[in-house]
């Protein structure tokens, strides 16, 4: 597998990532084939696959499905560890680093290897920040963890910096769906100027305008699950 090396080829030549995320508890199984019809006829790059409250066994289905219409590397970013599934191309194992709750920083972890060995997913080590955007999100609710408050850029800055020091090859700043406001270009430029490994930049972002704000400031990849959700038409804004 080579996703995470083609992250960092476009990363290198400064090609802008935009990946759909697709919630398993919200997406319908008969709708997949003319959703990802149109995410193959836009500018997407991934299908990122995961959600908040999802049952077992319905991300395996998903999943299956979604790759019947489309080439593109579908990536899980899951909740959960019941949203493991080899149907995928690769996993982001994230911890939580944001907050100090020990379950999403190793116990998750511990409980996924017998998941993840030999499931033949490539597993892509990210560092997963929540920032504070103005109302409580499922992230923090399920996580039960504090997200950094948005004035503390240092803080924010510093907790990225750790998690590259780690090993961890992404890292993943999270407003949360639905987000009132996206994570600040002031934010998203510190960050990236103290980083060394790709910066994914989601939350909140529900326009091209958003979205191209979000790359101009330093994020590599762009994920975007809600406005896809609300109105299939942002495809047609995004077509390539
Ligand atoms: C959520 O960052 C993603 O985990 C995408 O958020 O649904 O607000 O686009 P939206």
């Given at each position: 597998s080579n996703i995470y090396q083609n992250i960092i080829s476009s990363t290198t030549k400064n090609e802008k990532l935009l990946a759909v995320l697709i919630d398993p508890d919200k997406m319908e199984l008969s709708k997949v084939s003319s959703f990802i019809t149109k995410a193959n006829q836009s500018v997407a790059t991934h299908i990122f696959v995961g959600g908040s409250d999802v049952d077992e066994g319905v991300t395996d289905i998903l999943v299956s499905e979604i790759k019947k219409h489309t080439n593109l590397p579908v990536v899980l970013f899951p909740g959960?560890?019941?949203?493991?599934?080899?149907?995928?191309?690769?996993?982001?194992?994230?911890?939580?680093?944001?907050?100090?709750n020990p379950d999403y920083l190793i116990s998750k972890h511990i409980e996924a290897v017998p998941r993840l060995k030999n499931s033949g997913l490539e597993i892509i080590p990210t560092g997963y920040l929540l920032i504070e955007n103005g109302k409580v999100t499922s992230v923090q609710r399920v996580s039960e963890t504090k997200p950094i408050p948005r004035n503390h850029v240092q803080i924010i800055s510093d907790t990225a910096k750790a998690g590259e020091l780690l090993g961890m090859k992404l890292i993943y700043l999270e407003a949360?769906?639905?987000?009132?406001?996206?994570?600040?270009a002031h934010i998203i430029s510190k960050v990236k100027q103290e980083l060394n490994i790709p910066l994914i930049i989601g939350g909140g972002i529900r326009n091209k305008t958003e979205m191209e704000e979000a790359y101009k400031a330093g994020a590599d990849l762009v994920v975007i699950g809600t406005a896809f959700e609300k109105g299939e038409t942002f495809f047609e804004e995004l077509k390539k």
């Open positions: 959960d560890v019941i949203q493991i599934t080899d149907k995928a191309d690769s996993i982001l194992f994230l911890s939580l680093i944001s907050g100090r949360g769906s639905g987000a009132t406001h996206p994570i600040d």
